[in-house]
């Protein structure tokens, strides 16, 4: 499997326009080289733009689509129009978190994030980080990353709380689907509390039109999830979805439409082994029950 790895992943809109103007570049028959001459701009750039490795500016999008014979208003707009988007979302709400982001280049997962349609999330550990309550956060963050101080730990909860806001409740919420394992559910994080909350708030938030929640049981033995969670994270069209797979230090994102594939027919695996989100609702009900005595 053909991993493609960069520190911070591009936003929505970079990979838009990149895939854009190369489009219009191979439509002109031109080369990088060939370009660079004719704008006088570095090749290695011009390639980076290409790759969605780095941004560009509104006056060097305009030369390129001189150079590449661009006339109508309405497409050169369009393109132009990416490029401020791209801009925009290298301002989001998280950057006040920049310094305790950094370390994992979270920045980079929430920038997508922000930007998908839907999200097919698998867990076969933790409660995913949208369905989690603020204490069942709070103990999940300070238990795997012990380096960080307590205020490090508080910022990183406000985040968490705040993309649940951004994702789950606001005027154009992403769908998401979520399939959890039976050992999350059985695992205490935090304390019994914690996790009594944090099922009470799993059978709520499930019930939400946007939102619906799968358990994968016990009894269900070996099953395609076993190597580990996932995101595929869906864009509006032309962006291509992708496919996040979360590490301590540098996170891996795989945007090959046979990669991507290949989780969402797992996930769609999972989501037919699983149990309905009825079913899921009243066995989580009875988990609680269980440790409530």
Excluded at 143 to 157: A, F, G, K
Excluded at 169 to 197: F, H, N, Q, Y
């Amino acid at each position: 499997m053909a991993l493609k790895r960069s520190l911070v992943p591009q936003s929505v809109y970079r990979r838009q326009l990149a895939a854009r103007l190369k489009e219009l570049r191979d439509v002109a028959g031109l080369t990088l080289t060939e370009v660079a001459e004719r704008i006088e701009v570095n090749q290695g750039s011009l390639s980076r733009i290409e790759t969605g490795a780095r941004g560009t500016s509104p006056v060097l999008v305009r030369a390129l689509l001189d150079c590449y014979g661009v006339e109508g208003s309405a497409e050169r707009a369009d393109v132009l129009d990416l490029v401020r988007a791209d801009k925009e979302q290298q301002k989001p709400w998280w950057r006040k978190y920049s310094t305790v982001l950094t370390a994992t280049r979270y920045d980079g997962y929430l920038a997508l994030e922000a930007g998908a349609v839907s999200l097919a999330n698998y867990q076969p550990m933790l409660v995913p980080g949208l369905l989690q309550t603020e204490d069942y956060a709070r103990a999940v963050i300070s238990q795997m990353r012990m380096e960080l101080t307590p205020p490090q730990v508080e910022d990183l909860v406000k985040v968490r709380m705040e993309r649940q806001r951004s994702r789950l409740d606001s005027e154009k919420p992403a769908k998401v689907w979520a399939i959890i394992d039976e050992a999350v559910l059985r695992r205490t994080v935090g304390s019994s509390d914690v996790m009594c909350e944090q099922l009470r708030q799993l059978m709520e938030v499930s019930e939400k039109p946007n939102v619906t929640v799968q358990l994968l049981p016990f009894v269900l033995g070996a099953h395609p999830g076993l190597y580990g969670p996932f995101v595929i994270l869906t864009f509006s069209e032309p962006t291509p979805n992708l496919v996040w797979l979360e590490n301590p230090k540098n996170s891996v994102y795989l945007e090959a439409a046979d990669d991507v594939g290949n989780y969402t027919e797992i996930f769609d695996q999972l989501r037919a082994r699983a149990l309905g989100p009825s079913e899921t609702r009243t066995r989580i009900a009875r988990i609680s029950e269980e440790l409530e005595k």
